[in-house]
């Protein structure tokens, strides 16, 4: 989503907004209830709090891709950015971790130890991938994209908004309580013209679909979400206001945008966390969204198995601590299913590691437990 200082008419004739790829629709069995499928669609596709981020910017002149030109010729279109945008990346990232949320973002120079992987590849529009989604993707792939040029004044927002996506947040013009009626063909007209030219499906996947309840934060509809783009004149048909007026976001996060995140990726505190030993099961007693933390000091070098037991549905995370930083291991999500989050991996004695679960929804708040053995 691109934003203009002025945002008048003139201006936004000129925009160019954000697209993501569609994916396919995950397809919960049939026993799922209404509820619990809600906070799968809320929860699915987001971080564990306490994740930190490594980002990563392509920086070889073999990276990027070859295009096909219309006259039949193909020419190479480098994914490598310049400094200037790179700095305006590094600014948005500041934006989020400045609201002294539980993840962080840590640049690194290589592309294997990054989820976050970002190409500006001129034309190929501004993208990411939403949440955990990222881990999907190979080293050489891209997680997300800038496809024009970010140092441009009032640019900042885009990025700020493609991280949005990265942290699982979806678009908020698409949230089935905004009420927005569309002037379909009028939206599909404006976005099939330059400078954006999208098809009609393009249009319908960022725009006029609505997403499931559940999908969006919050109860009710945040036209100044940073994640919200702007609709010139004659495209909202209700509420009215915006017929008239075109629907222009504050720029920047909103108030309800900084108070979620923070809800979402609360702040943690490792080490006041319990140690988890081998064999012993914790009771972890989660409300939907929360998560417990426990160290875990391995005594010996081997195979170590994670479980967490009863009828919930949750993500369980182990990260280790290397040189204070913690690096993402492994992970596992048992939502929708009728099993439960488990994994099995080598750990090290005298090293530290930490293990994240959370809830998404649980049968009963007392019957979920985690163990390693
Ligand atoms: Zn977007």
Same mark, same amino acid.
């Given at each position: 989503?691109? %934003?203009t200082?002025e945002?008048?008419?003139?201006?936004s004739?000129?925009?160019?907004?954000?697209?993501?790829? &569609?994916v396919?629709k995950?397809i919960?069995?049939?026993s799922? +209830?209404?509820?619990?499928?809600?906070?799968?669609?809320?929860f699915?596709?987001k971080?564990? %709090?306490?994740?930190?981020?490594?980002?990563y910017?392509f920086d070889?002149?073999?990276?990027?891709?070859n295009?096909?030109?219309?006259?039949g010729?193909?020419?190479?279109?480098?994914w490598?950015?310049?400094?200037?945008?790179m700095?305006?990346?590094r !600014?948005?990232? *500041?934006?989020?971790? !400045?609201?002294?949320i539980? #993840?962080?973002?840590?640049?690194?120079r290589e592309r294997? /130890?990054?989820?976050?992987?970002?190409?500006?590849?001129?034309?190929d529009?501004?993208?990411?991938w939403?949440g955990?989604?990222?881990?999907d993707?190979g080293?050489?792939?891209?997680?997300?994209?800038?496809?024009?040029?970010i140092? &441009?004044?009032g640019?900042?927002?885009?990025?700020?908004?493609? #991280?949005?996506h990265?942290?699982?947040f @979806?678009?908020?013009?698409?949230?089935?309580?905004?009420? #927005?009626?569309?002037?379909? /063909?009028a939206?599909?007209?404006d976005l099939?013209?330059?400078p954006?030219?999208?098809?009609?499906a393009? %249009?319908?996947w960022?725009?006029?679909?609505?997403l499931? @309840?559940g999908?969006?934060?919050?109860t +009710?509809?945040?036209?100044?979400?940073v994640?919200?783009?702007p609709f010139?004149?004659?495209?909202?048909?209700?509420?009215?206001?915006?017929?008239?007026?075109?629907? !222009?976001?504050?720029?920047?996060l909103?108030?309800?945008?900084?108070?979620?995140?923070?809800?979402?990726? @609360?702040p943690?505190?490792?080490?006041?966390a319990?140690l988890?030993?081998?064999?012993q099961?914790?009771?972890?007693e989660?409300?939907?969204?929360?998560?417990?933390d426990f160290?875990v &000091?391995?005594? /010996?070098?081997?195979?170590?198995q994670?479980?967490t037991?009863g009828a919930?549905?949750s993500?369980?995370?182990?990260?280790?601590? *290397?040189?204070? !930083?913690?690096?993402y291991?492994?992970g596992?999500? *048992?939502?929708?299913? *009728?099993?439960?989050?488990?994994?099995? #991996?080598?750990?090290?004695?005298?090293?530290?590691y930490v293990?994240r679960?959370?809830m998404?929804?649980?049968?009963r708040?007392?019957?979920t437990s985690?163990?390693?053995?």
């Open positions: 989503m691109a %934003t200082d945002g008048g008419a003139g201006e004739e000129e925009r160019r907004i954000c697209s993501l790829h &569609a396919p995950r919960l069995p049939a799922v +209830t209404p509820m619990r499928e809600r906070l799968i669609n809320l699915g596709n971080w564990v %709090t306490g994740t930190v981020l490594h980002y910017f070889r002149d073999t990276d990027g891709e295009v096909l030109l219309e006259n010729q193909t020419v190479f279109v480098p490598k950015g310049a400094e200037n945008e700095q305006v990346a !600014q948005a990232f *500041d934006v989020w971790a !400045q609201q002294g539980g #993840i962080r973002f840590e640049e690194v294997e /130890e990054a989820e976050i992987r970002i190409g500006f590849m001129r034309g529009g501004a993208w990411s939403l955990r989604e990222i881990l993707h080293p050489n792939e891209r997680t997300m994209n800038f496809g024009w040029n140092a &441009a004044p640019e900042l927002d885009t990025a700020i908004h493609e #991280i949005g990265t942290l699982g @979806p678009h908020e013009h698409q949230n089935p309580k905004a009420g #927005i009626e569309w002037d379909e /063909e939206v599909y007209l099939a013209r330059p954006n030219e999208w098809d009609r393009k %249009t319908y960022n725009i006029i679909r609505k499931e @309840p999908e969006v934060e919050g +009710t509809w945040d036209p100044d979400s994640m919200h783009y010139k004149a004659g495209l909202i048909r209700k509420p009215e206001h915006y017929f008239i007026h075109g629907l !222009q976001p504050a720029g920047g909103s108030e309800r945008d900084r108070s979620w995140v923070k809800t979402l990726y @609360p943690t505190d490792d080490a006041a319990p988890l030993r081998p064999a099961s914790v009771l972890v989660l409300a939907p969204g929360q998560q417990r160290r &000091a391995p005594q /010996e070098t081997r195979f170590y994670f479980g037991f919930s549905d993500v369980m995370v182990l990260f280790e601590s *290397d040189n204070h !930083q913690l690096r291991r492994i596992d999500d *048992d939502s929708g299913e *009728d099993l439960n989050a488990y994994f099995r #991996i080598k750990l090290f004695k005298g090293r530290e293990l679960v959370r998404y929804h649980s049968e708040r007392d019957q985690v163990m390693m053995w």
